[in-house]
């Protein structure tokens, strides 16, 4: 699969869906604004994907630079395992926080964990499993 273009944009309805997904999970902070505080990467795919983060890989920091790497980190040690490529100009768009880049991102994840996770098992199954929209069933 190639890199995914810039010009994505989700739907009011997809964004209302990102959003309410991400409240779901126990993160270590509170999300005040969602391409500040996620802008390094690897908490949320920490939880879901648990065997393939390790989170010492990825600082939690301020910096553009820093951000960056970690992004570059998460594409190479486990995007490219879920079959996801991000582009540089992506990657470099997710570290600045450009606006609407990490919720295209995060829907792609959320869609995808959604259909393996409901052909794999029921809800109740997992320990691991976050509630998904009926969309992706």
Do not use: P
């Given at each position: 699969m190639p890199p995914r273009k810039k010009s994505i944009q989700?739907?009011?309805?997809?964004?209302?869906?990102?959003?309410?997904?991400v409240k779901k999970?126990?993160?270590?902070?509170?999300i005040k604004s969602i391409n500040r505080d996620l802008a390094d990467g690897a908490e949320i795919l920490k939880h879901l994907y648990p065997k393939l983060v390790d989170l010492h890989n990825y600082t939690r920091c301020n910096s553009t630079r820093n951000k960056l790497d970690n992004w570059q980190t998460l594409n190479r040690k486990v995007?490219?395992?879920?079959?996801?490529?991000?582009?540089?100009?992506?990657?470099?768009?997710?570290?600045?926080?450009t606006n609407g880049m990490l919720e295209v991102l995060l829907y792609e994840v959320m869609a995808k964990y959604c259909l393996e996770t409901k052909s794999r098992h029921e809800p109740n199954e997992s320990k691991e499993y976050i509630e998904c929209s009926d969309r992706f069933a």
């Open positions: 989700l739907s009011t309805q997809e964004l209302i869906e990102v959003y309410q997904w999970f126990n993160l270590s902070r509170e995007f490219h395992r879920l079959n996801i490529y991000l582009s540089e100009e992506m990657m470099a768009d997710l570290a600045s926080g």
